[in-house]
């Protein structure tokens, strides 16, 4: 395998941040599912939570900075205590919210509030449906949860999230249940439309079409099942440079529960900090824009599953 750095050659100066529009805020790994696919390798059973110490270091971040964006994630991030804190404090400060949502989280006991608070914060909703077939949404995260991603699509619906002339919206996202890539994000976004307008009457804004991360968990379920090596060399063969100029990271920081700053959730997982000079950890609590704005990203092979055919992203395809 040619290292994913050699790809960068060409641009002599590696991978480097534009700015910051994003920040990204992992929550924990605690959530209600435990799907194959998890990056974060999240679950029932892990108990890795942001303080909230950390949650008002970020507030405190977003209230001396310019980044218009927040964008939280998890596990399940509407499962931590102070899930409604962080969101209510950001949209105090004037700050677009997203939440990355498995759609299930809703009815999970005392979470009945949700719909209406994000309808109240017009929080921007990130959510879950790797499939419109029941067969493969269940096999990939679960038993029951296609049947509970359509009655939370349903309730959403019902107050104004995902129709076309409202504001408040609702994307849904796609990943393989197999591996390989994604099919082209306009025409798989077309066939969502169609058989979950048709079958249930839901509508949704937009469909984000993302590629497996083989890292952590879904590396361990590709190895188990003899298909790791297969899928590194399908998407390094896909290399597309023409993805390079909107990975993510390019307009983004991740900060992880315990505090420290990334160049992306993956990178987190993988435990590759930003650092100072001294090769000490960045922190929220003493972040300054400065420190990672045209920072070099950190990169490795890892990052072929963002570069490969149309690219992908926290916001689906990169290009068409
Ligand atoms: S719902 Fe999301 S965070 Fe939870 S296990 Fe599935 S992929 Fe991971
Ligand atoms: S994994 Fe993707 S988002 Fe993260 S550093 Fe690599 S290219 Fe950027």
């Not at 989280?105 to 017009?122: A, D, R, T």
């Not at 096999?139 to 619906?157: C, D, H, P, V, Y």
């Given at each position: ?24 805020v992992n929550m924990g790994r605690y959530c209600n599912l435990a799907c194959v696919h998890c990056h974060v390798e999240s679950g029932p059973t892990r108990k890795e939570m942001m ?265 689906g395809a990169l290009v068409s």
């Amino acid at each position: 395998m040619q290292p994913f750095a050699h790809r960068l050659q060409p641009a002599r100066h590696g991978l480097s941040r534009r700015g910051v529009d994003v920040l990204q805020v992992n929550m924990g790994r605690y959530c209600n599912l435990a799907c194959v696919h998890c990056h974060v390798e999240s679950g029932p059973t892990r108990k890795e939570m942001m303080s909230r110490e950390v949650i008002d270091a970020v507030l405190r971040f977003l209230a001396r900075s310019k980044v218009p964006t927040l964008d939280i994630t998890g596990g399940a991030p509407e499962l931590h205590p102070d899930f409604a804190y962080l969101v209510a404090g950001a949209r105090r400060l004037g700050r677009h919210v997203m939440d990355r949502c498995n759609l299930t989280v809703i009815f999970e006991p005392g979470m009945e509030y949700l719909p209406q608070f994000f309808e109240l914060h017009g929080v921007e909703l990130v959510c879950s449906l790797p499939c419109y077939s029941q067969e493969n949404v269940d096999r990939q995260r679960g038993k029951g949860t296609f049947e509970a991603s359509i009655r939370a699509l349903k309730l959403l619906n019902d107050i104004g999230y995902g129709q076309p002339a409202g504001d408040l919206v609702l994307n849904l996202v796609y990943n393989p249940v197999g591996p390989h890539l994604p099919p082209p994000q306009d025409k798989l976004e077309q066939d969502y439309r169609k058989i979950l307008g048709e079958q249930f009457g839901i509508v949704f804004n937009r469909l984000f079409c993302l590629t497996n991360m083989p890292i952590t968990r879904y590396a361990t379920h590709l190895k188990l099942r003899g298909e790791y090596d297969r899928y590194i060399e399908l998407l390094e063969a896909n290399f597309n440079s023409m993805t390079l100029d909107h990975v993510m990271c390019r307009d983004l920081i991740s900060v992880g529960w315990e505090g420290k700053i990334y160049d992306c959730d993956f990178n987190q997982m993988l435990d590759l900090p930003l650092c100072d000079g001294n090769g000490k950890a960045l922190r929220i609590e003493t972040l300054s824009l400065d420190q990672v704005e045209r920072q070099k990203i950190l990169v490795g092979n890892h990052c072929y599953a963002c570069t490969a055919g149309a690219g992908s992203s926290c916001g689906g395809a990169l290009v068409s």
